[in-house]
């Protein structure tokens, strides 16, 4: 760890989390954005749960031991209450899995956090979010997918931002500490979107990894996020109390 930056924020940070998949995991690729990026998200498909398959634990220790930035574990597999823990021990800050793979997501939320990560539960494209609100209390992040998982490249799909809406409107409501983390298609031309609808977390590899230089990508991104919550902020500042101002 080498300062606050590389410490878990808090939790209205807005955070940006280069995936890794865009660069097929190399080492060198995720050191070239280290000390930009908040995170690096590191995406685990088993060709079950996907019809892909990446890394496993092996390339995700070198990884780990390759750098010092919190790494957020996405896991797209299959019987995650076996591998979570796992990618926990290993050196995760967030272990997210999906809500399609798990029967019990608060159980497996608690054995993430026993084996010291934070637990994060995603849901898929076409998945409702509602049934798993009543489940905010018991994790650290919703990851809500702007896309189906399992590739990237893929182009974003804004009425999934509806759900973000829903999560965020709950979350507020309740006071809760939750991230809501949105994957897939992230890119300048959509990240304020995202803002707007209420997400802090942004993943976002091809955005990145295609771009001549990922640092700067990554700084662009999170500068385009920062200014947009302003902005966001400044408007509803201006709305008198009581009314929505002149019509
Ligand atoms: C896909 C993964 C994403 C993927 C996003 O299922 O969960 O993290 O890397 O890639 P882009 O940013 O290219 O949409
Ligand atoms: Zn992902």
């Not at 597999?77 to 021990?89: C, G, N, Q, S, T």
């Not at 997501?105 to 054995?111: F, H, I, N, Y």
């Not at 759900?163 to 031309?189: C, F, N, Q, S």
């Amino acid at each position: 760890m080498t300062g606050p930056s590389r410490t878990v924020p808090d939790p209205t940070d807005l955070i940006v989390a280069p995936s890794l998949l865009a660069v097929d995991f190399a080492v060198s690729a995720a050191r070239d954005v280290a000390e930009v990026a908040d995170w690096l998200h590191v995406d685990i498909m088993d060709g079950r749960f996907v019809p892909n398959r990446t890394i496993g634990l092996d390339h995700f220790a070198v990884l780990r031991a390759a750098t010092s930035i919190p790494l957020d574990t996405h896991l797209m597999i299959e019987d995650p209450e076996v591998w979570a823990p796992r990618y926990a021990e290993a050196g995760s800050t967030y272990v997210t899995f999906h809500a399609e793979a798990c029967p019990d997501p608060v159980a497996l939320a608690k054995d993430i956090r026993a084996a010291g990560a934070r637990p994060g539960l995603a849901i898929d494209r076409d998945t409702p979010v509602e049934p798993y609100l009543e489940l905010l209390p018991h994790i650290d992040m919703l990851l809500i997918m702007t896309i189906k998982a399992g590739a990237g490249g893929q182009a974003f799909l804004p009425h999934l931002l509806e759900k973000v809406r829903t999560a965020r409107a709950h979350r507020d409501a309740g006071d809760l500490h939750v991230r809501i983390e949105v994957d897939g298609g992230i890119a300048e031309d959509t990240i304020g979107q995202a803002v707007q609808a209420g997400a802090d977390t942004f993943v976002a590899g091809t955005a990145v990894f295609t771009a001549s230089d990922p640092a700067t990508a990554v700084r662009r991104l999170r500068e385009l996020a920062v200014a947009t919550r302003a902005g966001a902020r400044a408007a509803a500042d201006a709305v008198p109390p009581g009314g929505e101002g002149e019509r």
